[in-house]
């Protein structure tokens, strides 16, 4: 039978959810009907004029080719992000699962990027990449690979997108470990005993039963991936070279706050907004279908 708390009062369930309702207020809620509110105005860098101009923000936006051309950018970005933070941090979860020996260590190891702050990450990777001092960059040289970030975008784009993995890559860690330590080892010793071999028994009870961990990370990754990263990219390229890495959270800074365009910058972070609302309700919708609980 379905067990529900019921209280006495009626105010008291509202009471108890008061202080995080008011941080939702305060700090989603007021920014987003700012943001909306601006998204109609053309005003100066300075506050002291405004005029209304409906959407007029958002018209010069798609028409302007840099902006539409973030999209893309935004989107390959946000692709390599999830997969590939998903997939290593999946590797490393399922290998550090079988560890017997020192286990706390390896898994205490794994999980101190996270505790690394987005803009120390992005600076931490630049100098590794750096040429000619860095060390990844000294070992590609040596191998007859010639990297250089400051020209060439694919070498940009690969170097945030590094650093962004190797940011996420403990947060996802943690929950794949949290799920495959959840699985009951009954399931997987009677596989084992009727001869399924370790791949097939990964992928026929393993990963079926970590996809309600792999759905929950894929939201949380692309989030991750469209707002959390905007220090790492303005910390290892500032959007460069040219705007080749100018995602769409990065280029809302950039034309808020040094090309001092409030109205068109307040208009892209409400397309942002909407371009998440979307993802989120998308994959809620179709991808959660192929989740097993």
Do not use: R, T
């Given at each position: 039978m379905e067990k529900r708390v019921r209280f006495k009062s009626a105010w008291l369930p509202w009471l108890l959810i008061a202080p995080q309702m008011a941080i939702v207020l305060v700090f989603f809620f007021w920014p987003a009907a700012q943001a909306l509110y601006q998204s109609v105005l053309q005003e100066d860098a300075f506050g002291t004029s405004r005029e209304f101009v409906g959407l007029a923000n958002f018209e010069r936006l798609f028409s302007d080719p840099g902006y539409l051309a973030s999209f893309r950018i935004t989107a390959l970005f946000s692709a390599l992000v999830a997969v590939i933070g998903i997939s290593v941090a999946l590797v490393l979860a399922v290998m550090a699962n079988r560890v017997v020996r020192g286990a706390t260590v390896y898994k205490t190891l794994l999980i101190w990027p996270y505790a690394v702050a987005p803009v120390v990450a992005g600076v931490l990777w630049l100098m590794m990449f750096a040429s000619p001092w860095g060390v990844v960059s000294y070992a590609l040289q040596a191998m007859g690979f010639q990297w250089n970030h400051l020209?060439?975008?694919?070498?940009?784009?690969?170097?945030?997108?590094?650093?962004?993995?190797?940011?996420?890559?403990?947060?996802?860690?943690?929950?794949?470990?949290?799920?495959?330590?959840?699985?009951?080892?009954?399931?997987?010793?009677a596989a084992t005993i009727d001869g399924a071999s370790p791949w097939r028994r990964f992928w026929t009870i393993v990963f079926p039963l970590l996809s309600p961990t792999t759905f929950f990370l894929l939201v949380m990754n692309v989030i991750y991936a469209f707002f959390d990263t905007f220090a790492i990219v303005d910390a290892a390229t500032h959007g460069g070279p040219g705007k080749d890495t100018a995602i769409l959270v990065y280029k809302v800074y950039y034309d808020g706050f040094k090309a001092l365009d409030m109205g068109g910058s307040a208009a892209q972070s409400v397309v942002l907004m909407a371009i998440v609302i979307v993802l989120t309700v998308f994959q809620f919708r179709f991808v959660e279908k192929k989740v097993q609980y």
């Open positions: 020209l060439n975008p694919n070498h940009a784009m690969a170097l945030i997108v590094i650093a962004a993995v190797w940011k996420q890559i403990s947060y996802n860690f943690l929950f794949f470990l949290a799920g495959l330590q959840s699985i009951p080892n009954a399931v997987i010793e």
